[in-house]
């Protein structure tokens, strides 16, 4: 069987690095930008107020106290937002608020309690030093200045940041296209009454959206019914359709193992795509490789129908490819080591994943369900992957293992 690490590497080497898109800033959380964004201008851009209050000169109120207080006329009104506010004279005060621009002349600002708050001429109790409650012009950001780096991730500071330089639009790395296409002929659609023998379609839902959640662009396909003819007209219909904005990835659920109806396995063997058992638990029967499509080759990820063997399968081979693809800082989810709450066994020979709950702050993990790799429910209580290796058999309660962490 193939080593875990050997399949990975050949999945990963099916993604190109993505281009470069625009995109507005509406639409760039997640996205990992693709050139360093450098600010045209500094930030503040101009020396403001930090208190509502009164721009002063700090030496017309060096005398100032509670007990000898001074009355200084009010010259100007300087609301936020007003760009022809005249200069300050001196033994003068501008009434001023939060964020206005600092009038010529003033080099500092009593905030409005240290005074009585007029509007015709101001009673000022307290003195201030040179440069008082004023936020200095480039402060936080000087002209020219690389405010975030190509290859960061973008979460809302970052989008605020971009905003805040003037970007409206920003270059980002394009999101990997995949094509989800499920297999089974007892398959029915959600929603759908069942008759017995027949189950929900699940794996193309879920698929998609961990695509989706691994910051790739899912498009999930109608699925078909096990017959080879069905499956590459709707596979290559669907590539056609999207010629002039081509598919990164097809990945495929079921029909792979080593049944009477192994569609997915029938319609790519000697096309280009590699069958391979890999050892691992769940997700052992895999696939991949390149279909010549009518809009050219195309990368496919066979992916084993179990829906736990599928989602494994993504988390351990596609995800982490996937985003690499497009530049995330951490294609891999975090790993950590953590005390089993309860033994393990397993049987030599393949690396298994086990789902699992974990307690970070008691640093143990408890294991959720058994091995099968049809207990879905059990996957969806999870919030972690326990790897145990290969060659190991039995694990006891107290001893540590690997593992990922679903929600990082
Ligand atoms: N004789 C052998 N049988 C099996 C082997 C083997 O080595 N020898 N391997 C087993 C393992 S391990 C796995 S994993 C599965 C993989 O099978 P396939 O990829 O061919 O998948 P199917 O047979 O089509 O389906 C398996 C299972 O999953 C259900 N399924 C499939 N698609 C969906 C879907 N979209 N939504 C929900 N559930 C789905 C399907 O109904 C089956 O129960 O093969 C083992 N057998
Ligand atoms: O390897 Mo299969 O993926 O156990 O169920
Ligand atoms: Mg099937």
Redesign the pocket.
């Known amino acids: 069987m193939r080593p875990v690490a050997e399949h990975a590497a050949a999945v990963a080497a099916l993604f190109a690095p993505t281009a470069t898109e625009w995109v507005p800033l509406g639409e760039a959380r997640g996205r990992v930008l693709a050139q360093d964004l450098v600010s045209p201008h500094p930030l503040p851009p101009f020396a403001n107020s930090a208190m509502d209050g009164y721009a002063v000169r700090s030496a017309d109120l060096a005398a100032v106290s509670p007990e000898t207080p001074t009355e200084l006329p009010v010259a100007a009104d300087v609301p936020a937002g007003r760009t022809d506010g005249p200069a300050l004279e001196a033994g003068t005060a501008h009434r001023i608020m939060t964020g206005a621009a600092m009038p010529v002349g003033a080099d500092a600002v009593v905030q409005v309690e240290w005074t009585d708050g007029g509007t015709e001429r101001v009673r000022v109790e307290r003195a201030v030093e040179a440069g008082q409650n004023v936020r200095g012009a480039g402060g936080d950001v000087t002209a020219g200045e690389v405010v975030l780096e190509a290859g960061t991730l973008l979460g809302p500071a970052q989008v605020g940041l971009a905003a805040a330089v003037g970007s409206g639009t920003l270059p980002v790395r394009r999101r990997p296209r995949v094509l989800v296409l ?3 002929s ?2 029915v659609a959600p929603g759908e009454p069942l008759r017995h023998g027949q ?6 839902p ?1 698929l998609a959206a961990a695509v989706d959640d691994a910051g790739g662009r899912a498009e999930l396909l109608r ?1 078909v019914p ?1 017959d080879v003819e069905q499956f590459v007209r709707t596979l290559d219909d669907a590539l056609a359709a999207r010629a002039d904005d081509p598919v990164d990835l097809v990945m495929t ?7 009477a ?5 029938d319609a790519f063997t000697g096309r280009g795509v590699t069958f391979t ?1 890999v050892a691992m ?5 895999q696939g991949l490789g390149l279909h010549a499509g009518p809009a050219g080759e195309v990368a496919v990820v ?6 736990v ?2 989602l494994v399968s993504f988390e351990v081979f596609v995800r982490p490819a996937l985003r690499a693809a497009f530049g995330h800082p951490q294609p891999e989810r975090p790993r950590v080591r953590a005390r089993l709450a309860e033994a393990l066994d397993k049987p030599a020979g393949r690396r298994q994943f086990r789902r699992g709950r974990i307690d970070a702050v008691a640093g143990t993990v408890a294991p959720v369900g058994g091995a099968g ?2 207990l879905l429910a059990a996957l969806a209580r999870a919030d972690c992957l326990i790897v145990v290796d290969e060659q190991v058999t039995h694990v006891d309660a107290g001893e540590t293992a690997e593992v990922w962490l679903l929600d990082g």
């Open positions: 499920s297999t089974g007892e398959l189950i929900h379609e699940s794996n193309g879920m699925f096990d659920s079921g029909g792979v193992s080593a049944g109806y192994e569609v997915v396995k058992k638990q769940p997700g052992m029967p066979t992916l084993p129908g179990n829906p063997s599928s790799s049809h």
